[in-house]
């Protein structure tokens, strides 16, 4: 799956406690991205990297933040989990945008969260 | 603003015989469409994208999606479904204008009966 790997694959929290999810991949890409995928809504944009430490907002960014501190690495974090956030969660790459913005996203195979 | 819109939620389809997964689409200015497939546990795998030119985009696994500039619509199809063929399909549509969000739809469960 283009060397995308997501840790960890299930997780179950608390209302009100801290998440980090982690993407890792091997192959070099420029863009990362977080998407959250949900029953009726489909995959929702919830940050973009477009190089280390260069982050910019998606459509859902509320309640969530990311770091990028080295082109493999993109870390999605909630800072205080709600229940709301029970979904399951994509991370994506993409080789270039440039300026014909054509390139493939290759995906993750996700990691489900459950907020209690 | 940009949106997809996958008007079924289900198709069946007996194996052998054709298939259309219908998405419309509504975005300014020219589009960048694109079909993606998902099995179940697994992240989206791209399928094919229609760029520019010819309306008739071929990708993997023998789907083709035609591009119909008047009806805003770029429907996925293929000529023969296998039973394998069924899983979870989405549209996506990205703008020309610089915008770094690509805007899925809510998917088409597409079920192929032996």
């Known amino acids: 799956d283009a060397g995308i790997t997501q840790s960890p694959r299930h997780k179950v929290t608390e209302t009100g406690t801290p998440v980090t999810l982690r993407c890792h991949q091997t192959?070099?890409?420029?863009?990362m991205y977080w998407y959250r995928q949900d029953p009726g809504h489909g995959l929702r944009l919830i940050h973009y990297s477009y190089g280390v430490k260069d982050t910019d907002k998606g459509e859902v960014s509320d309640g969530y933040s990311v770091s990028r501190s080295k082109t493999e690495d993109f870390l999605l974090t909630l800072e205080s989990a709600t229940s709301s956030q029970t979904s399951v969660y994509f991370c994506?790459?993409?080789?270039?945008?440039?300026?014909?913005?054509?390139?493939?996203?290759?995906f993750g195979n996700g990691t489900r969260l459950t907020v209690t | 603003a940009q949106s997809v819109a996958q008007p079924e939620d289900q198709v069946n389809v007996a194996e052998g015989n054709p298939l259309t997964v219908k998405c419309t689409y509504s975005?300014?200015?020219?589009?960048?469409l694109f079909w993606y497939v998902q099995y179940p546990n697994r992240g989206l795998q791209f399928l094919l994208k229609?760029?520019?030119?010819?309306?008739l985009v071929k990708g993997s696994y023998g789907f083709e999606a035609e591009f119909n500039k008047s009806q805003t619509s770029f429907h996925l199809k293929k000529p023969s479904a296998l039973v394998s063929d069924s899983a979870l399909y989405f549209c996506a549509v990205r703008d020309r204008t610089g915008a770094n969000n690509l805007f899925f739809g809510t998917g088409t469960r597409l079920t192929v009966i032996p």
């Open positions: 192959e070099n890409h420029r863009y």
């Open positions: 229609y760029i520019t030119g010819d309306n």
């Open positions: 994506a790459i993409s080789e270039s945008i440039g300026s014909t913005y054509n390139s493939p996203l290759h």
């Open positions: 975005v300014s200015g020219n589009p960048y």
